[in-house]
């Protein structure tokens, strides 16, 4: 019997604390996962979307190029693999023609990439002002680099001044030695081939790295992606303006740069050019 009595209890409790359960009605609870989910994809575009837009256009083929230039380049390596130069003779980038390609040459003093032959004929073949980069390393000294690449490039009269791509500084040396090294480098290959450099790197590395007197004369191509103009404030010729574009001819992902100025001053860049025009002069 007082079993029973303690088990009317325990139920009658139950069915208690079950009345004074707060319940809410089905449409709060909708509602509530619908701003959930909205809170969720608002912050996976802020955080992964929003900052690489430009990119995230690259890959799915609806890039916007910039237009502070007519003048439109490219610049490859074996990455590229094989390229059908009739193809690509034939791409435009905003309805203008592919003026300039800028091709990997060296490495160090220990490589030579394995298209730059190949690349580098068919680009004069087919009519584009052609050059020549080489990619700085860290392990070994601006002059073995620099015979290195004179070995392996022969330049010739309209093609643009050699290229120096810095992209990494050795943790082995200080700012001051670093500097003077590239600085051995432009210098050596400017006097082989009697025109001035470029110099090749990432806006922040400039900023940060190469931000000296020493290289104010030296024309800049400076790569800076996910942007709709370039942040450095300094003056650049050069922009690399992603990394994943889309061309005819060549499968995969290229690099795409614009010429800051006009076709007269790019050709100011190219070996030769000044001297054949003083001479008639």
Known sequence: MR????TVIKQHNKKKGSKNKRTFPKWAKYLFQILL???YVWGFYQLFISPFNIRWKGIYGTKDYPEVSEIHGIDISHHQGEIDWKKLAGATINNNPLSFIIIKA???DYLVDENFKDNFKNAREYGFIRGAYHYWSNITTPEEQAKFFINKVSLEKGDLAPVLDVEDFPNSTNLKTFQNDVLKWLTIIEKEYGITPIIYTGYKFKTSYLDSPLFDRYPFWIAHYYVKEVKYK?????????DAAHLPGIKGYV???????SFYDLMRLTIGYEKNNSSEN
């Not at 010729?237 to 992603?242: A, G, V």
């Open 3 to 6: 079993d029973k009595k303690l």
């Open 37 to 39: 989910a909205t809170l």
């Open 106 to 108: 060296t490495q160090g």
């Open 234 to 242: 300094g003056e650049w010729k050069f922009w690399q303006h992603t």
């Open 255 to 261: 690099d795409c740069n614009v010429y800051n100025g």
